[in-house]
């Protein structure tokens, strides 16, 4: 009986096996500890599928070496379908620049779909005598090598970001090191440390009327909806600028092309749901829900851009 089975499975067309998918619960690798914004997104997303799929979508949280760790894991796993990776900037983009690592994010995943992407606010406190990006150029140019800066860690995104725009601007500041994104805000507002580049959702509590931080930029290609009174880098002297995280799912690379794209599309309906896309919101990240090749072509791109901002940086790869 187990025989024929099998012969009937191989002479079966591979479009006909993948369309049998899923026939038991798929896991999610997520490269981060519970918590943060890639879990955020992996643990929503992952509930999205399971009701789309019909089968359980279970997030599974392996971190270690800045995600490289999942990144190895599901880059070998079997290209069945039953393992996905909840990927992010750090592990597609710019570890390959920082650190040796024994995946390449190029050639070992297919890429599925960005789920969404969230830029970050440059954020300083009332200490600093200037009301726009251009006073605070002006500031820093004539106190050089005289200001700091919080970083959430070296090699982080928001260390990078800040990286890149002061060698945009021609700017020296010192980075401050802390241990993540919540102390770091928290001493700027405290006004021990000057500015902070970081998420909306580490910043803006503390921005608008009554708040202790100025909000003088944005890192998008385009103004965030949070903040739509607040230019970005770009607009204001510095084209071509842009930085920011992406979070998304990519499966192994040899996984059926039919299962890829079933799950692209499913992740695509998320963002025509308006439950979906707000839950995303509430975490700061703008839904984008792109398809495959938008997805590869952006792992592309950022790879160009982290590597000038860890050149900036002065970071050496390990």
Request: glycine share 10%; proline share 9%.
């Amino acid at each position: 009986m187990k025989k024929s089975l099998i012969l009937i499975l191989l002479g079966l067309p591979l479009g006909a096996l993948a369309q049998a998918w899923p026939q038991k619960p798929i896991r999610v690798i997520v490269p981060f500890p519970p918590g943060g914004v890639t879990d955020s997104v992996a643990r929503i997303t992952a509930e999205w599928l399971t009701q789309r799929l019909g089968q359980p979508v279970v997030a599974e949280n392996r971190p270690g070496a800045s995600g490289a760790i999942a990144a190895d894991l599901v880059a070998r796993a079997d290209p069945d379908g039953y393992t996905l990776f909840s990927a992010s900037t750090p592990q597609l983009s710019i570890l390959p620049h920082v650190q040796k690592i024994t995946y390449d994010p190029l050639k070992d995943f297919a890429p599925v779909s960005i789920v969404g992407t969230n830029a970050f606010a440059l954020g300083c406190n009332e200490k600093v005598p200037a009301a726009s990006l251009k006073e605070f150029i002006a500031y820093g140019k004539a106190h050089p090598g005289q200001l700091s800066y919080a970083s959430p860690g070296a090699g982080s995104v928001g260390h990078l970001t800040m990286e890149l725009f002061l060698a945009r601007a021609g700017l020296k500041m010192e980075p401050v090191l802390y241990k993540g994104g919540g102390p770091a805000v928290a001493d700027v507002v405290a006004g021990h440390v000057p500015c902070y580049f970081g998420n909306f959702n580490e910043l803006i509590p503390h921005a608008g009327a009554g708040g202790r931080l100025k909000i003088f930029a944005v890192s998008g290609a385009s103004r965030a909806p949070q903040l739509p009174n607040v230019p970005t880098v770009a607009e204001q002297g510095y084209p071509g600028f842009r930085t920011m995280t992406m979070n998304g799912y990519v499966a192994p690379a040899a996984t059926p092309r039919e299962i890829v794209e079933r799950v692209a599309r499913e992740i695509g309906a998320g963002c025509k749901d308006a439950a979906f896309s707000e839950r995303l919101r509430k975490i700061g990240v703008d839904p984008v829900c792109s398809t495959p090749p938008e997805f590869s072509q952006a792992i592309r791109d950022d790879l160009s851009i982290w590597k000038e901002a860890v050149t900036a940086a002065g970071i050496k790869p390990q």
